[in-house]
C-alpha cells in the first residue's frame, strides 16, 4: 500500500510542477468561464437588462403615449432603458444612426392615426344606435433594430404586443358596451351620455395598457428545485468536466511515455507486482483530477458560479473523476502507440463534451443524443451538477450517483483486459 500512495504522489507532484499542464487544467477553463460570465451575467437574476430603447411617437395621441409609457413602466424594472426621440426628420434620421452605431438596440416607431385605429371609432354623427365596428387598417409599429440584437429586438416585441393587445382587446369592448347600453336604453338615453361613458372607457383603456407591460413573463428560466437557471453556473462546472477528460487523458498518455522512455519496464522487473504499479499510476491520475476540479469548484464560486450542497459536490466530484480516470484507462489499455494515445484522448475528449452539452443547455439536445451520451462522463456530470444548482440535494442524485459508479466499473473492467493483454 506504501508503494501504491508513492506512485500515486509521485504523479501527483509531476503534473503540478508543470506549467503547461497547470495552463490546461486550471488557468484556460476559468477563463472560458470568465469569459461567459461577462456575456451573460453571474447568474443573480435575469441575465438581460439595460436594453436601450429609442422612442418615435409620430401619432402623439392618448394611447401612443400609453405605449411609451408602457416602456417607462417601474414594473420593467431595469430590463428596458427607454428614450423619446424628437418627431421631426432630423431626430429620426439621428436615432436610426444611432441603432447603426450599436448606440441603442431598437428603435420602436409608433405611426400616424395609431390611436384611431386602435379604438376602432365609429363615426360620430351616427346616433348610439348605430354604434359600429369600424373596417380600419391595422396600426402597424416598425421596430428598427440590428441583428446583432436578436434577443433584445425579441423582448422589445414582447412588450408591444403585451400592450396592444390590452388596447386591442380594451378597444373592441367599447362599442359593444355603448350600442348595448343604446339598445337597452332606447329613446332615453343621452348622446351626451353615451359619449362621456366613451371617454370614460377611453381612459379605462389608456391606463391599462400603461400597466399592462407589467404582466410581462421576465426571461428567467426557473427549475424545479426553486433556482433559476444561470449560464454561470452550468459553464463552470460543464468546463470543469470537459478539461478534467483532457486532464485525465493525458495521464494515460503518460503511462506510455515511460514506455518509451524505459521507466514502465524497469517498474515492471522490480519486487513490485504489475497491478500495483498500474494502480498507483490510475491513483495518482486521479488525485490530480480531484484536485483540479476541487481548485476550479472553489475558484469559480468567487465569481458567482454555484455548484450546489458542498457534501453534495464534494462526493460527486471524488465518483466523477474516478469515472473520467476510467477512460484514461480505458484508453492507456488499448491504444498501440504514444501518438495514438494522445490522438485518441483528445478525440474521445471532444466528442464526448458536443454529444452531452458542454457548450450548450444540454437539454436543448435531441432526446436520443442525451441517452446515447450517458455512455461519458461528461454527461453524468452535467446531469449531476446540473441537479445541484437548481436547488437538489445529496438524496436527490443518489440514482445517477449509482449510474456513476457502473459506469466506472465497465470502463474499469474492460480496460483490465487491455492492461492484462499489454504486460503479458
Known amino acids: 500500500m506504501r508503494k501504491l500512495w508513492v506512485m500515486a504522489l509521485k504523479e501527483l507532484k509531476i503534473t503540478f510542477r508543470d506549467t503547461g499542464a497547470l495552463l490546461m487544467m486550471l488557468a484556460t477553463p476559468l477563463a472560458l468561464t470568465l469569459i461567459i460570465a461577462f456575456a451573460f451575467g453571474t447568474g443573480s437574476g435575469s441575465p438581460i437588462s439595460g436594453i436601450r430603447v429609442l422612442l418615435l411617437d409620430r401619432d402623439e395621441s392618448e394611447l401612443s403615449q400609453a405605449l411609451v409609457n408602457a416602456f417607462h413602466s417601474e414594473r420593467l424594472g431595469d430590463l428596458v432603458v427607454p428614450e423619446v426621440v424628437a418627431r421631426t426628420p432630423e431626430g429620426e434620421a439621428d436615432a436610426r444612426e444611432r441603432i447603426h452605431e450599436d448606440d441603442a438596440a431598437a428603435l420602436v416607431i409608433i405611426p400616424e392615426g395609431f390611436g384611431r385605429r386602435v379604438l376602432l371609432s365609429s363615426d360620430a354623427s351616427t346616433a348610439p344606435a348605430e354604434v359600429r365596428l369600424s373596417e380600419i387598417d391595422p396600426a402597424v409599429v416598425e421596430i428598427y433594430a440590428g441583428p446583432q440584437y436578436r434577443i433584445s429586438t425579441a423582448v422589445v416585441r414582447a412588450i408591444i404586443s403585451q400592450v396592444t393587445e390590452e388596447m386591442n382587446l380594451m378597444a ?72 478534467l477528460m483532457f486532464a485525465v487523458t493525458t495521464g494515460g498518455y503518460s503511462i506510455f511515455a515511460e514506455r518509451q522512455a524505459g521507466t514502465l519496464p524497469r517498474l515492471l522487473i522490480s519486487p513490485t507486482r504489475a497491478h500495483m504499479i498500474l494502480l498507483g499510476k490510475m491513483t495518482g491520475i486521479m488525485l490530480v483530477g480531484i484536485l483540479q476540479v476541487t481548485i476550479l469548484w472553489r475558484a469559480t464560486s468567487l465569481f458567482g458560479a454555484y455548484w450546489g450542497d458542498p457534501l453534495a459536490v464534494i462526493v460527486s466530484i471524488v465518483l466523477l473523476v474516478m469515472c473520467a480516470t476510467g477512460v484514461a484507462a480505458l484508453i492507456a489499455a488499448w491504444a498501440r502507440t504514444a501518438s495514438q494515445a494522445g490522438i485518441l484522448g483528445t478525440s474521445v475528449s471532444l466528442i464526448a463534451a458536443a454529444a452531452s452539452g458542454a457548450f450548450l443547455p444540454r437539454m436543448n439536445l435531441p432526446v436520443w443524443l442525451q441517452r446515447i451520451s450517458l455512455i461519458t462522463p461528461n454527461a453524468w456530470g452535467i446531469e449531476i ?35 492484462r493483454r499489454q504486460i503479458g
Open 172 to 243: 373592441q369592448g367599447i362599442p359593444v358596451a355603448v350600442s348595448h347600453l343604446a339598445a337597452d336604453g332606447g329613446d332615453t338615453l343621452d348622446v351626451e351620455v353615451a359619449q362621456r361613458l366613451g371617454r370614460s372607457m377611453t381612459e379605462r383603456l389608456v391606463a391599462d395598457a400603461e400597466g399592462a407591460a407589467g404582466t410581462m413573463v421576465r426571461l428567467n428560466r426557473v427549475n424545479a428545485g426553486g433556482r433559476a437557471f444561470s449560464w454561470v453556473d452550468y459553464m463552470a462546472a460543464s468546463m470543469a468536466i470537459l478539461f
Open 385 to 419: 451538477f446540473t441537479a445541484l444548482q437548481t436547488g437538489h440535494d445529496l438524496s436527490d442524485i443518489l440514482p445517477m450517483l449509482a449510474g456513476v459508479l457502473g459506469l466506472t466499473v465497465v470502463y474499469y473492467v474492460v480496460a483490465a483486459f487491455g492492461f
